[in-house]
């Protein structure tokens, strides 16, 4: 008895460092930031209590963070039907072996190690006015000689649109496309040989093979890339901000607003409505997208 005593003592002893930082990391932040967004507060001085208020101002008119959640949306989107497949396609193609294959995988993983700030002076030269992404539509004669300049960073073009919002989601797509790709080549060879050589041997091709035999065996990663798609772009906002402004309507993410809240007008009540709202939305995503990937019997 005494012996199992000190199993259970030692265990627990292992666990506690990790216990504290996981409790003093996440827990505690998140319980203080749910406290934080029932009052008026400064970050600084005396607190008064709103209750309910900074959660219905975040919706209305003056904020518009319904905007910022469709923005999101629309990038989780662009992300799961644009990002995922092209990463998948990589994986399977790099997953057969091909000649070079080491090589291939380190320049399409190399975006995801350069710093993101890095990566939005890159993309802020190739979108303007006068930069190279302008100057190949006029090569490839896709803009005219008498066309303006595509401004792509503008929060507001001629028409009254924005491609801002879209253009903030390319760099995003070059970045970490190599990341899923990685996961997924992981998952493709992680696949029994046996399987493919058994599938060939009965007429399959290729595609086939990564059809009915490779895909379905990756369900897991393929899961746990769409979740990490997901709630990465719930939480987006370094490139955005490189790209864009804290400040700006058309490329408005919730991560825009808590920064645009808590910095610029020292609302860090709101902001913290804004941080439990984003926790609350990626527990939501990430609970939806395992059901849906749930294996039935």
Same mark, same amino acid.
């Given at each position: 008895?005494?012996?199992?005593?000190? @199993?259970?003592?030692?265990?627990?002893?292992?666990?506690?460092?990790?216990?504290?930082?996981?409790?003093?990391?996440?827990?505690?932040?998140? $319980?203080?930031?749910?406290?934080?967004?029932?009052?008026?507060?400064?970050?600084? =001085?005396?607190?008064?209590?709103?209750?309910?208020?900074?959660?219905?101002?975040?919706?209305?008119?003056?904020?518009?963070?319904?905007? /910022?959640?469709?923005?999101?949306? $629309?990038?989780?989107? +662009?992300?799961?039907?644009?990002?995922?497949?092209?990463? +998948?396609? +990589?994986?399977?193609?790099?997953?057969?072996?091909?000649?070079?294959?080491?090589?291939?995988?380190?320049?399409?993983?190399?975006?995801? %190690?350069?710093?993101?700030?890095?990566?939005?002076?890159?993309?802020?030269?190739?979108?303007?006015?006068?930069?190279?992404?302008? /100057?190949?539509?006029?090569?490839?004669?896709?803009?005219?000689?008498?066309?303006?300049?595509?401004?792509?960073?503008?929060?507001?073009?001629?028409?009254?649109?924005?491609?801002? %919002?879209?253009?903030?989601?390319?760099?995003?797509?070059?970045?970490?496309?190599?990341?899923?790709?990685?996961?997924?080549?992981?998952?493709?060879?992680?696949?029994?040989?046996? +399987?493919?050589?058994?599938?060939?041997?009965?007429?399959?091709?290729?595609?086939?093979? @990564?059809?009915?035999?490779?895909?379905?065996?990756?369900?897991?990663?393929?899961?746990?890339?769409?979740?990490?798609?997901?709630?990465?772009?719930?939480?987006?906002?370094? %490139?955005?901000?490189?790209?864009?402004?804290?400040?700006?309507?058309? /490329?408005?993410?919730?991560?825009?607003?808590?920064?645009?809240?808590?910095?610029?007008?020292?609302?860090? =009540?709101?902001?913290?409505?804004?941080?439990? $709202?984003?926790?609350?939305?990626?527990?939501?995503?990430?609970?939806? $997208? =395992?059901?849906?990937?749930?294996?039935?019997?």
């Amino acid at each position: 008895m005494k012996r199992k005593q000190l @199993d259970k003592f030692t265990i627990f002893m292992f666990l506690l460092p990790a216990l504290l930082l996981f409790v003093g990391i996440l827990v505690a932040p998140l $319980i203080s930031s749910a406290y934080n967004s029932f009052f008026n507060w400064k970050g600084f =001085g005396n607190k008064t209590y709103l209750g309910w208020k900074n959660y219905k101002d975040l919706f209305g008119q003056e904020v518009q963070f319904s905007k /910022a959640i469709w923005h999101s949306l $629309i990038l989780a989107g +662009l992300s799961v039907f644009i990002q995922l497949p092209l990463s +998948l396609l +990589l994986a399977l193609l790099l997953g057969r072996g091909i000649k070079g294959e080491r090589f291939f995988l380190s320049v399409n993983f190399l975006p995801v %190690l350069i710093s993101t700030v890095v990566i939005g002076q890159l993309w802020r030269k190739i979108y303007d006015p006068e930069g190279l992404l302008n /100057a190949l539509l006029r090569t490839t004669k896709i803009l005219g000689p008498d066309q303006k300049n595509i401004l792509w960073l503008a929060e507001k073009t001629v028409d009254g649109k924005s491609l801002l %919002l879209y253009a903030c989601f390319i760099p995003m797509l070059w970045q970490y496309v190599g990341y899923h790709m990685l996961l997924m080549y992981a998952g493709v060879k992680s696949v029994d040989p046996s +399987l493919r050589e058994a599938a060939k041997i009965d007429g399959a091709t290729d595609w086939q093979v @990564d059809r009915f035999v490779v895909i379905p065996s990756m369900k897991q990663i393929i899961k746990v890339s769409v979740i990490f798609a997901v709630t990465g772009s719930l939480k987006a906002y370094d %490139l955005i901000a490189v790209l864009a402004d804290v400040r700006t309507e058309a /490329a408005a993410v919730p991560s825009t607003v808590l920064m645009n809240r808590m910095s610029l007008y020292n609302q860090y =009540g709101m902001g913290s409505a804004v941080s439990v $709202i984003l926790i609350l939305l990626c527990f939501f995503f990430a609970i939806l $997208i =395992g059901a849906i990937f749930k294996e039935r019997d």
